[in-house]
Nanobody
C-alpha cells in the first residue's frame, strides 16, 4: 500500500493550497480517508476525514470553514483544499487510510509520507 501526498509548499497568510493524496495497493473505495498534521514538538493532530463514499465529512474545529476534504474514488485520490491559511497551520500534513471515518490517529492503518506546509506571516 502506498499513499503519496503532494501539494505542500510555502504560502503567505491568507493564501490557499490544495493537497492531494494518491492511493495505490488498496481498494480505495473501501477505506475512509483522513488528513492529519504535525508541527515540530507537537503530536499528530486530526484535521479532516471523509467516509468511503465521500458522503460524510468531519473537520477539526480549528479548520472549519477554511479547509475542505473531498475524494475522487475513480482517481483513488483524496484532497484537502486549504483556504485562508494562517501561520499556525504550518506543519507536515499526512494522509491516512482507515476502515471508516475516524478522528483518532490509532484508527488509521496506512499513512503517507507527509508534505510540508509553511505559512508565513
Amino acid at each position: 500500500v502506498q499513499l503519496q501526498a503532494s501539494g505542500g509548499g510555502l504560502v503567505q497568510a491568507g493564501g490557499s493550497l490544495r493537497l492531494s493524496c494518491a492511493a495505490s495497493g488498496l481498494t480505495f473505495s473501501r477505506y475512509g480517508m483522513g488528513w492529519f498534521r504535525q508541527a515540530p514538538g507537537k503530536e499528530r493532530e486530526f484535521v479532516a476525514a471523509i467516509s468511503k463514499s465521500g458522503g460524510t465529512t468531519s473537520h477539526a474545529q480549528s479548520v472549519k470553514g477554511r479547509f475542505t476534504i473531498s475524494r475522487d474514488n475513480a482517481k483513488n485520490t483524496v484532497y484537502l483544499q486549504m483556504n485562508s491559511l494562517k501561520p499556525e497551520d504550518t506543519a507536515v500534513y499526512y494522509c491516512g487510510a482507515a476502515r471508516g471515518l475516524y478522528e483518532r490517529v490509532n484508527e488509521y492503518e496506512y499513512w503517507g509520507q507527509g508534505t510540508q506546509v509553511t505559512v508565513s506571516s
